[in-house]
Nanobody, 130 residues
Framework: QGHSVETGGGSVQAGGSLRLSCPVSRNTDSSACMGWFRQAPGKEREAVATIETPGHTTYADFVKGRFTISKDNAENTLSLQMNNLKPEDSATYYC????????????????????????WGQGTQVTVSS
């Protein structure tokens, strides 16, 4: 889709914070819904958080109160602020937007369907140690 890879991952101690970001291209079609997904080895990819115009957000239960998704239209970036990280948050994190046929659907309709999203890059690794 012409996007750079996700950035901001790293290794942190439990309770630490990371901020993940990915660029949103000005020269490609945008999606009303976009978000962050993650996948740990041996596990299925799962939604973490999504955001859509005019700013509605949806979070997985396991990150509520700890993670915040945001879009900066001026800087053309999608970010995920991750606070109070836990070892179970260790995974590769990806930016994503709906496939063409699902572009007009609200985030809530496809939140639990990772297969209906295109993943922008190869992801950024987050490792949280005890």
């Amino acid at each position: 889709q012409g996007h750079s890879v996700e950035t901001g991952g790293g290794s942190v101690q439990a309770g630490g914070s990371l901020r993940l970001s990915c660029p949103v291209s000005r020269n490609t079609d945008s999606s009303a819904c976009m978000g962050w997904f993650r996948q740990a080895p041996g596990k299925e990819r799962e939604a973490v958080a999504t955001i859509e115009t005019p700013g509605h957000t949806t979070y997985a239960d396991f990150v509520k109160g700890r993670f915040t998704i945001s879009k900066d239209n001026a800087e053309n970036t999608l970010s995920l602020q991750m606070n109070n990280l836990k070892p179970e948050d260790s995974a590769t994190y990806y930016c994503a937007s709906p496939v063409y046929e699902a572009e007009l659907l609200p985030c809530a309709a496809i939140f639990h369907n990772p297969g209906r999203f295109n993943y922008w890059g190869q992801g950024t690794q987050v490792t949280v140690s005890s």
